[in-house]
């Protein structure tokens, strides 16, 4: 068998979505952006949602969505994506709206936004990326930073006394009466990423049927925050991340208990 | 038996040689170049053990940058 005989259409198993645009992503090496960026791109096409999608991208890294995913996009405001998400899902009721956001923007300046968007129910999914570090200014400590976890304003690792605790925003979620699916994913290993895809293409559906909101929290590494190659920032989410941050559904309302 | 055969075809150019596919390969096929690198510096993935491919497919799901197209074909009579 020749490498001529097995590279033919009819044997393609796997190729770049058609969705995912050309332009190269700014991202650094191995970060878990690209990966998600390009599950959105997959299942949306997936769902046939290309012409139906608006996504709402935040201030942070993820910030240049729009020139990534082939879907209509708005620019929010630092942290106020669910606002603008809220008031284009009342606005087109017959659009999926879906927001992109990271730590420092859904859970720092953005809290009440989220949560209150949340709290209303809206009906849109909320994808969260938490990397706990502010990665696109630099590696500040961000809510979400693991106590002891060096970054470049805690160089000696966060202190409780001083910085306080990690926010598991995604548990906040879960105890708002308006969401609907609240789950914790990753994309560090291939299941891990079936996993993460069939929890987005979740969270899509319920807000195609307007269940109310879904919010799709991703762990994810900052390999150049952190300070560590992509392969050792895996490892290290592995080993510190999952321990406060526990993979799995947090809340599914479809499933009857 | 059937065999299954697989192959990868890697868009070097836009790969930034962040060594997730090498790692998440289950028969050791991809490598990163030793010397050699793209047009924006990046020392990018090969395959360095072709034969060994079982088009899983495992490379493709982690890679971030989504360069990695996957072929599997499955002979029944082998």
Redesign the interface.
């Given at each position: 068998?020749t490498?001529e005989?097995?590279?033919?259409d009819e044997?393609?198993?796997?190729?770049?979505?058609r969705l995912?645009l050309d332009a190269?992503?700014h991202?650094?090496?191995?970060?878990?952006?690209?990966?998600v960026h390009?599950l959105v791109a997959e299942v949306l096409e997936e769902l046939g949602m290309e012409d139906t999608a608006i996504g709402v991208a935040p201030v942070g890294c993820a910030v240049f969505a729009y020139n990534y995913i082939d879907i209509d996009w708005i620019e929010a405001a630092h942290g106020r994506a669910p606002a603008v998400a809220t008031a284009v899902s009342r606005l087109q009721p017959d659009n999926v709206v879906f927001t992109y956001q990271g730590d420092g923007d859904l859970a720092a300046i953005g809290t009440a936004e989220t949560i209150h968007a949340c709290t209303r129910g809206e009906n849109i999914m909320i994808i969260f990326i938490n990397n706990g570090i502010y990665g696109m200014t630099g590696g500040q400590m961000a809510p979400t930073t693991l106590e002891g976890m060096k970054t470049s304003t805690t160089p000696y690792g966060r202190r409780a006394d001083i910085n306080g605790f990690p926010v598991k925003i995604s548990d906040i979620a879960a105890m708002l009466d308006g969401t609907c699916y609240v789950t914790r994913q990753a994309?560090?290993?291939?299941a891990a990423?079936?996993s993460a895809r069939k929890a987005i293409r979740q969270a899509l559906i319920n807000t195609r049927e307007k269940r109310g909101t879904s919010f799709v929290e991703i762990v994810s590494t900052c390999?150049s925050g952190w300070k560590l190659?992509?392969?050792k920032a895996?490892k290290w989410m592995e080993e510190n991340m999952f321990a406060k941050y526990p993979l799995g559904d947090i809340k599914n309302t479809e499933v009857k208990k | 038996m059937a065999k299954i055969f697989g192959a990868v075809e890697i868009d070097s150019n836009r790969c930034k040689g962040c060594d997730l596919c090498v790692a998440a390969c289950p028969t050791s096929v991809l490598s990163l170049q030793p010397k050699e690198v793209n047009d924006r510096g990046y020392h990018f993935a090969y395959t360095v053990n072709p034969d060994a491919c079982i088009g899983c497919g495992s490379c493709a799901a982690v890679c971030p940058d989504a360069c990695i197209e996957v072929y599997r074909l499955v002979d029944k009579n082998a």
């Open positions: 068998m490498r005989d097995i590279i033919k044997n393609k198993v796997y190729s770049r979505p995912l190269t992503m991202y650094c090496p191995g970060c878990s952006h690209g990966v390009k994309v560090h290993t291939p990423v079936r390999s190659s992509p392969v895996n | -």
